[in-house]
């Protein structure tokens, strides 16, 4: 299995289990240097688990609990929390900060220059299709809460009941496991 994790804070933000796609903008325009997954809700707590024994420990029917919680996966499994900007400009100048962040920090792992250059003639559109969603997104930080790490960006495409998420590649670090 494959975790990404962001480069700065190390925060595990997604894994390999789910479907990477590529970004569209409003256009159908692929967004470079960028990757979305869609999540779903599920049932916390309901996990109903069979070691092979059937009912053999509980000898009898089972009943249902209803007090169980409804989450979103990958807000749940990753340990997300909600960061709302509170303006337009606010967001702009983290994500400049941010890119900015994630350049040095390629520097510094000696990722080789022409990735660099890449992931720096990108940033442009990566940050022009977050700007342009603003007002439709919701901002979550990794489980650490680090200010100057990354963040996962969730937005509802139409007649989406669950968001899909929005990373940006250069920003994350894939480990096998």
């Known amino acids: 299995?494959?975790?990404?994790?962001?480069?700065?804070?190390?925060?595990?933000?997604?894994?390999?289990?789910?479907?990477?796609?590529?970004?569209?903008?409003?256009?159908g325009v692929v967004v470079e240097g960028m990757f979305e997954v869609e999540s779903s809700m599920k049932v916390k707590g309901a996990e109903s688990i069979d070691i092979g024994c059937g009912n053999s420990f509980g000898g009898g029917e089972e009943e249902v609990d209803n007090s169980v919680e409804k989450v979103n996966d990958i807000i749940d499994s990753f340990m997300y929390t909600e960061v709302p900007f509170g303006s337009k400009s606010e967001f702009k100048e983290y994500l400049k900060d941010y890119v900015r962040s994630v350049r040095a920090k390629l520097k510094e792992k000696g990722t080789p220059q022409p990735e660099i250059k890449d992931f720096m003639a990108q940033a442009p559109g990566m940050v022009k299709f977050l700007l342009?969603?603003?007002?439709?997104?919701?901002?979550?930080?990794?489980?650490?809460?680090?200010?100057?790490?990354?963040?996962?960006?969730?937005?509802?495409?139409?007649?989406?009941?669950?968001?899909?998420?929005?990373?940006?590649?250069?920003?994350?670090?894939?480990?096998?496991?």
Do not use: R, W
């Not at 299995?1 to 256009?27: C, R």
């Open 1 to 27: 299995m494959i975790v990404y994790k962001d480069l700065i804070s190390g925060d595990e933000m997604i894994t390999g289990a789910y479907k990477q796609n590529p970004v569209l903008d409003k256009d």
């Open 132 to 177: 342009v969603k603003f007002s439709d997104m919701q901002t979550f930080a990794g489980e650490s809460l680090t200010a100057e790490g990354g963040m996962a960006f969730g937005y509802y495409k139409d007649g989406a009941h669950c968001p899909s998420f929005v990373y940006i590649t250069k920003s994350l670090v894939a480990e096998k496991f």
